[in-house]
């Protein structure tokens, strides 16, 4: 389910808003006025960040994929 985010052109109140669908939806009503005149916001893509990806470390292991690096097999 795609989480939406919104503002209201009433108040511009700022919220976000889990959905069952993406097509056709209405725009919830404001949670702060309950206003119903909001509308969705161009949302910026969100990446996870963690562990380096393979090719940052040096290269990993072509035969068994093992991101230390070449094995032994």
Partial sequence: MPVYEYV??????????LTLS?????APPCPKCSGRHAERKMSVF??????PAISEM???C???GDPNGP???
């Fill in 46 to 51: 969100a990446a996870r960040q963690g562990a």
């Fill in 22 to 26: 993406m097509a056709g939806d209405k």
């Fill in 71 to 73: 094995c032994s097999m």
């Fill in 62 to 64: 072509g035969r068994c």
């Fill in 8 to 17: 209201c052109r009433d108040c511009q109140h700022e919220f976000e808003e």
């Fill in 58 to 60: 040096g290269g990993g």
